[in-house]
């Protein structure tokens, strides 16, 4: 058994606040979920971590944005729109190109079939009963009549993916967001969803689903579906990346609006430019 | 003279109950149902633009229609401008609120240029604070279907949108954010701001 204490100590450390943590309840929840077994070692280090990382951000009032690490992530961000000029973009142009439309489509469906089970299991955590029903429901229809999932015959049902992640769990479980975080190469997260995002990755229950799979085979899956997006989406892309005035902020608002709706969040008390065409 | 408080009781009691009696009839002017007969009107016509095989060109000319005569622009413009729209002079207002217009109509006409094929419905509406959301579904062909929100407001006088929220992100936000980016890039001169506008979405 790993150490936990080591870990949160680590991930705490050089934090400017600890603060009161929510640490002790998420711990003793994941100690029940979760026996220790062998191989899977790494996910109470993760919870753990997720829970330090989560737990310790001062919270600030509705609408204002918690960007402590602005001048960082703003760093972060640059390297990210360098990333996408230089690399992103042009490979996923690349695999636009050479791959025809079909491939593509049975490539981001054979993905997106793979990361059903992880669904199933976080809204089973989140005691989301109907959503794991018809997350299985699919996982199952296509992985049988869409030839182990490279087609869609249930999304064209009506039957598609209810998506989401440990992210949306810890939320589910009282965690807080934390601050507003943008990472190299994933992008725009929050400390909650950042450690959403480690358990995810250590938790796939695709991994015990299919054992002898060749690890680094869904991975590759995972990265031809997200160039195509890239591909897909390029307009849309380019014109918040490239385009904005300031993409790192509109990046932020969009990011946190769109995750903020995922999560089933209230906006905070709407606008109403009819009130106060200056306020927010 | 001494104010009688008993007088100005009563005086108070009658300029509320005459605003009172104000709102209902201001209210009359837009009710749920009128709120979403005018995005039932407004999704057509989207919905006839993006099936019409017209040219980028012509889409953006027809999207621009549909929103000078479905969305209150000025009051959108005011709110992207924020807080610098108090030192703007009216013929600045009027400038910048003419290319904010087309601005606003190449940068949403892009987005609804990707709807191609596709069609939106409207499957719900709901007060909201003083205000109106109409609910609609964006379909398109091989995607899960998305969220797309009008927020319908008769504060101008007539019944117009001055919101769009596509899966939470609303637009009021996202274009402040952005003009309050190109304002400062522009060093807060707004004349500036204009010029850049007109070449920007």
């Known amino acids: 058994m790993l150490r936990p204490r080591a870990y949160v100590m680590a991930w705490r450390s050089g934090r400017p606040r600890p603060g009161t943590c929510e640490l002790r309840t998420v711990q003793l929840m994941t100690s029940r979920l979760f026996s220790p077994a062998a191989g899977r070692r790494l996910l109470p280090a993760a919870l753990l971590a997720a829970a330090a990382l989560s737990a310790c951000a001062p919270s600030k009032g509705p609408g204002v944005i918690n960007d402590p690490y602005e001048k960082q992530n703003r760093e972060n961000h640059a390297v990210n729109v360098a990333l996408d000029t230089h690399l992103i973009k042009p490979a996923s142009q690349a695999y636009g190109h050479v791959l025809p439309d079909p491939v593509r489509t049975g490539v981001s469906n054979f993905a997106g079939n793979l990361s059903l089970p992880s669904y199933v299991m976080n809204d089973l955590l989140q005691a989301k009963v109907g959503d794991a029903a018809q997350n299985t429901l699919r996982f199952a229809f296509n992985t049988v009549f869409g030839l182990g999932g490279i087609f869609d015959p249930a999304g064209a049902l009506g039957l598609h993916a209810k998506s989401t992640d440990f992210g949306a769990t810890l939320a589910t479980w009282g965690v807080r967001e934390g601050a507003y975080l943008e990472v190299v190469v994933l992008g725009p997260t929050t400390e909650r969803d950042l450690a959403g995002t480690v358990v995810d990755a250590v938790t796939n229950p695709v991994m015990f689903l299919l054992p002898n799979v060749p690890r680094g085979y869904p991975i590759g899956v995972k990265v031809g579906s997200a160039l195509g997006n890239r591909y897909k989406y390029n307009d849309l892309v380019d014109s918040v990346l490239h385009d904005s005035a300031d993409s790192y902020a509109q990046g932020r608002l969009i990011y946190l609006e769109k995750r903020h709706y995922e999560l089933g969040q209230k906006p905070p008390a709407a606008n109403d430019p009819y009130e106060d065409p200056y306020a927010n | ?201």
């Open chain 2, 1 to 201: 003279m001494r104010t009688d408080p008993f007088r100005r009781g009563i005086l108070t009691a009658a300029v509320s109950g005459l605003a009172l009696a104000a709102i209902p009839f201001r209210a009359s002017a837009l009710d749920l149902a009128t709120a979403r007969a005018l995005i039932d009107q407004l999704v057509a016509e989207v919905n006839r633009i993006i099936n019409s095989g017209e040219t980028e060109t012509q889409m953006f000319a027809d999207f621009e229609k549909v929103f000078a005569k479905y969305a209150d622009v000025p009051i959108i413009a005011r709110s992207a401008l924020g807080v610098a729209a108090r030192q703007a002079s009216p013929q600045q207002m009027t400038a910048f609120t003419k290319a904010f217009q087309g601005y606003l109509s190449r940068k949403y006409g892009r987005r609804f240029r990707e709807f191609i094929g596709g069609k939106i419905e409207v499957t719900d509406a709901h007060p909201l604070n003083e205000n109106y959301e109409v609910v609609s579904t964006a379909t398109l062909r091989g995607e899960a279907p998305f969220d797309l929100r009008w927020w319908v407001s008769s504060k101008s006088g007539r019944d117009l949108f001055y919101n769009i929220v596509i899966e939470g992100v609303n637009m009021l936000a996202t274009e402040r954010t952005e003009i309050g980016a190109m304002l400062d890039q522009n060093n807060g001169n707004i004349d500036a701001l204009i010029k850049q506008l007109e070449t920007s979405g």
